[in-house]
Nanobody
Framework: QVQLVESGGGLVQAGGSLRLSCAAS????????MGWYRQAPGKQRESVATITSGGTTNYADSVKGRFTISRDNTKNTLYLQMNELKPEDTAAYYCNADVAVTTTILNRYWGQGTQVTVSS
């Protein structure tokens, strides 16, 4: 089992910055990939950025060059630095951790979410 707790959301003006944090606990050594997802009202949840245990990152095209994902394994914490925020970045942001139980079975864990609101 993995528990995830996000923090750092809030209200910011367009062009501003925020840093989200996600503290992981439990079986953290078993985590393969961690990521940030977001869901705006009336829309499906979408991947924002992911990072593997080896440090390989992947970003949605809409945030490339503006957002940076990182993880501090000594603190079991995942971060998302968000710069040049736009109103379309407004959403609930969720931390995710994937644990490969076998080569075909994946357990997915989610945090409770943190709201990011960007005003124009």
């Amino acid at each position: 089992q993995v528990q995830l707790v996000e923090s750092g959301g809030g209200l910011v003006q367009a062009g501003g910055s925020l840093r989200l944090s996600c503290a992981a606990s439990g079986s953290v050594s078993s985590i393969n990939v961690m990521g940030w997802y977001r869901q705006a009202p009336g829309k499906q949840r979408e991947s924002v950025a992911t990072i593997t245990s080896g440090g390989t990152t992947n970003y949605a095209d809409s945030v490339k060059g503006r957002f940076t994902i990182s993880r501090d394994n000594t603190k079991n914490t995942l971060y998302l630095q968000m710069n040049e925020l736009k109103p379309e970045d407004t959403a609930a942001y969720y931390c995710n951790a994937d644990v490969a139980v076998t080569t075909t079975i994946l357990n997915r864990y989610w945090g409770q979410g943190t709201q990011v609101t960007v005003s124009s």
